[in-house]
């Protein structure tokens, strides 16, 4: 073979390049392999520093989770007070009403209300006086509310029949309408549903149901349809001490020329009223009634 004419100068360049070859080889290995490890060290730098991000990523989504929590805690806490305010409040509305009028007393009912910047609400009868045909519109145009409290307040006349009583309620209705505008839904039966001069109230309280009215009694009572004059300070007494016992209070008392005493008596009993944190309030058509009788 050509070994066999190989100088001996041309043997040692062959090895010498051999050398070089296999170094070059090695120094590429251990090359690749320092690459290698620097890469895989940097590598689990940056899994380690995901982690971390990862974690406080976490952590975060965590005191999110829990401000959110916290935060419907509080809503919660929040609505329940609301709820405790509210139920307060529905324990301490006080309605005042006004039966019989209107009267030569109804405007200075009025301007004690204004006074207050209250509204009651009047229940009131037929009266064509050209003295009383105005204080209708006034009772509205305070912002008090209107009820039917039958044309004629005649017990015999209205309560006799089913048809006695439905021609003097749309006696009354319409009176209201034309003097007002406004259609009357609220009703209160003269004597209350409890009366016991007629048998036929469940019927009558039938025939508001199909009009579409509602009747409304009451459960505290200024004591002021006795026929005796009662001192103011008796009316007072009666309307404050009745409405303790009530969550909600309907209260009646008398528009009337005859009763001077309610009108005296009306501002104590706001005044105090308002000084214990009661919420005057007129009859709408969406108040729950108080009723003597149950439907
Ligand atoms: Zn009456």
Do not use: C
Not at 50 to 64: A, D, P, R, Y
Not at 120 to 145: C, H, M, W
């Amino acid at each position: 073979m050509k070994n066999d004419i190989m100088t001996p100068e041309r043997r040692a360049r062959i090895n010498l390049y051999k050398k070089i070859i296999v170094y070059s080889i090695f120094g590429i290995i251990i090359s690749l392999l320092a690459v290698s490890i620097v890469l895989f060290i940097k590598v689990k730098q940056l899994e380690k520093l995901n982690q971390v991000e990862l974690v406080t990523e976490k952590e975060e989504k965590k005191s999110f989770v829990e401000e959110e929590e916290k935060n419907v805690q509080e809503t919660t806490t929040n609505k329940e007070q609301e709820q405790k305010i509210e139920s307060k409040k529905e324990k301490n509305i006080v309605y005042l009403t006004f039966d019989d009028g209107p009267s030569s007393n109804t405007l200075e009912i009025l301007s004690i209300l204004d006074k207050y910047n209250i509204k009651a609400t009047f229940f009131v009868n037929g009266r064509i006086g050209e003295d009383y045909l105005p204080l209708y519109k006034a009772i509205v145009d305070q912002g008090s509310s209107l009820g039917m409290h039958s044309y004629s307040h005649q017990f015999n006349a209205i309560y006799k029949s089913m048809e006695d009583f439905a021609a003097d309620t749309e006696r009354i209705h319409e009176l209201l309408f034309n003097l007002t505008g406004q259609d009357i839904h609220l009703y209160r039966f003269p004597g209350g549903s409890s009366t016991t001069t007629t048998d036929n109230i469940p019927e009558f309280i039938e025939y508001l149901k199909r009009k579409g009215y509602e009747y409304y009694d009451w459960n505290v009572s200024g004591g002021d349809a006795s026929s005796n004059k009662l001192k103011p300070e008796t009316i007072v007494n009666n309307v404050i001490s009745e409405i303790k016992e009530n969550d909600v209070s309907m209260v009646l008392l008398h528009d009337s020329g005859s009763k001077d005493s309610t009108v005296e008596a009306l501002d104590e009993i706001i005044k105090q009223l308002k000084d214990a944190g009661y919420e005057i309030l007129p009859i709408t058509d969406s108040t729950t009634p108080v009723q003597h009788i149950k439907k």
